[in-house]
Structure formats: C-alpha cells, structure tokens
C-alpha cells in the first residue's frame, strides 16, 4: 500500500480522530405561522356594531310598527263640518221630494217615506259595523299595550285580564282550539304574568303567525311574478296596490281585527306610516344589496331581479301589518323578518346571513 506523501516531502504518518458519541435526534422546531404584514398594516376592519349598512338591515329588520298616535287636526275638522253640512242640505232636499209627491198622490209620499226609511237604517248599519272596525284596531292596541304593562309590573290579575280578551277574539279560528284548551288545564298552575303570556302567545298566537307567513309568502310570490313579467310600470303599480290591500285585510281579519272600510284605509296608513319612518320605503338600494348581492345577481336578470325586490317589499308590508293587528307583542315567539322570505322567492338559494 502507497502512503501519502506529507508536506515534507516524507511519507503520512497515521493520525487517530475521535468519534464522539451519536446524540439522539432532535425534532426541528416547528414553523411558526407567517402572519401577513401587508394585510396587517394596509386593512382595517370595521367591526359589525360600526357597519352603516348592517346597522340599516339590523334596524329593518327588529323594529316593530309602533301604533301612530291620534292628534287633533284642522282638516279632519273642516272635513266633518262640511260633511254636515251637506247632510243637512241633503235631508232639506229629501223633505221637500216627500212633500212634492204627497202633493201628486198620497202613495207616492208614503211609497218615498219607506225607501227614505230603509236607506237610514242600511246607512245605520254601515256606521255601526264602521264604528265597530274601528273599536276592533283600537282594541288590538290597548291590549298590546296592557300585556306590556302586566309584564313589567307583573300585574297576574291584568295578565289574566288580556289572556281571557286574547281567547274571546280568537274563540272562532279553528288553529286555536288545542290552545285554548291547553290554557284551560293551565289556568290553576300559571301565576307569574310573564309565563302566562308567552304560553297564551306560543299556544293561540302561534298557529296563526304560521298561517300569517303562509299569507305573506303566497302574497310575495304573486308580486314578484307579475312584476317582472308586466310590461306597464302602471300594471305594476296597480296590482301592487291591490295585492297589498288585500293581504293587510287578510292579516287582519286572520287575527280578530276585522276592519270595515274606513278601519281598512286607517290600517294601510299606519302600515305605509310606519314603513316611511322606518325608512323601509326607500328599499332599493339596501334590500338590492342583500338579496342581489349574495349570489344572485349572476343568476337573475334585471326583470326578474326587480320582480324579486318587489316581492321582498310585499314581504316588509306584511311583517308591519302584523305588528298592527297582532295583538300580543312578539316576546315568546321570534319575529320574522324580510330575510326568512328570500329563500322563497329564490329557490335554491340561502338567505344572507349578517
């Protein structure tokens, strides 16, 4: 064997190199998570309570329609002094019709007495079940009202008071037979207000709030397809109007309230009053960004997206007139709001959450 020659020039002598002992392996120090600088130093989030436009829908969506307060005005004044004022004139002309023909035949007089006789008493009966209209939405608020105060005061006698008023009003809809039945058996063990209302609430009120989102939807539904098939912006606006007239009286007459003709004008007013100061009115750009701006937009075109606008207001109308004519506030029970309605109107679809 040759040996390497060292850097004398003379041949490598042998050198002895220690091996230390093998160290058991350590695990290499895991990775920490990089985190993004240029996200972290150039984006702010705006949490949800500082966000205008969550604000906006949280708002449309909790109010409740408060009852319009009644106030004097001059114009209601000036409309009924006129207004006798032209029965006055009214009843001097009939007076001298009935002389005129007494004066032709006496039949004729008698004959004329009569139709003035049954006239006065169809316009009796009209007033009365105006009047009683009337009473019926005032009814609705004064009880809302006294459920609210039994609750904070915890009054039971006034609990009982409205829960007894409660089944009166709704003794005639069937939905609510097993519940007043489970009020009955219950009437001995319940004393705390607060519990005797929500179980009045759950057991009456419920069915029909069922029954009511069943109304809204089917009301929605048919706005929402007519209006985007109408080719008249006048088509449009008309049967609006009517398909919203007839679900409030369908909400109200499903909870007791049965108005009459100037209750049902009353009734749209405080609806459309309440919508107003809400600002729910003014829906486009805000009920657009939540319904077409969740995925919808690449799926609807322009005519159908507008139909289903359409039908989310129809839907808004509804939940306000259910604030009106419900006659317990929403306490056991949660209250619907416009988003619950997206989904059926946009099959297939999930409604935005917040």
Request: include cysteine; aromatic fraction near 4%; hydrophobic fraction near 45%.
């Amino acid at each position: 064997m040759t040996r390497t020659p060292d850097k004398t020039g003379g041949p490598r002598r042998p050198m002895r190199f220690d091996i230390p002992d093998e160290a058991p392996a350590t695990p290499p120090p895991q990775a920490q998570p990089r985190q993004p600088r240029s996200f972290r130093d150039n984006v702010v989030v705006t949490p949800d309570e500082e966000d205008v436009f969550l604000a906006e829908a949280a708002a449309a969506e909790v109010l409740p329609a408060p009852p319009r307060k009644r106030r004097f005005s001059f114009l209601k004044l000036a409309i009924g002094a006129l207004s006798l004022l032209l029965s006055l004139a009214f009843g001097l002309w009939i007076d001298q019709l009935i002389r005129d023909l007494f004066s032709r035949a006496d039949w004729l007089g008698y004959t004329a007495i009569g139709i003035v006789a049954v006239g006065l008493f169809a316009v009796l009966m009209v007033v009365i079940r105006e009047i009683t209209g009337l009473m019926r939405l005032d009814a609705t608020q004064i009880m809302k009202a006294e459920a609210i105060e039994a609750i904070a005061l915890g009054n039971a006698k006034e609990a009982q008071s409205v829960v007894q008023q409660l089944t009166t009003r709704l003794h005639g809809r069937p939905e609510t037979a097993k519940g007043r039945e489970t009020l009955r058996a219950a009437k001995d063990d319940i004393i705390d207000p607060p519990q005797l209302l929500e179980l009045a609430e759950r057991e009456l009120l419920s069915p029909l709030d069922r029954r009511a989102r069943a109304l809204i939807v089917a009301s929605s539904k048919r706005v929402s397809v007519v209006t985007a098939v109408s080719p008249r912006a006048f088509v449009d606006l008309a049967y609006v109007l009517i398909e919203v007239t007839r679900l409030i009286r369908a909400i109200a007459e499903l909870y007791g309230t049965r108005p009459g003709r100037l209750g049902m004008l009353r009734l749209v007013r405080d609806v459309l009053a309440h919508l107003a100061v809400t600002g729910s009115i003014a829906v486009g750009d805000g009920l657009a960004q939540q319904v077409l701006g969740h995925g919808l937009a690449s799926r609807l075109s322009a005519r159908l997206g507008e139909g289903v606008v359409n039908g989310m207001m129809t839907a808004r109308i509804g939940i306000a007139a259910m604030d009106l004519c419900r006659p317990l506030p929403f306490r056991a029970v949660r209250r619907p709001g416009v988003s619950d309605f997206i989904g059926d109107l946009t099959p297939g679809t999930q409604p935005p959450t917040a």
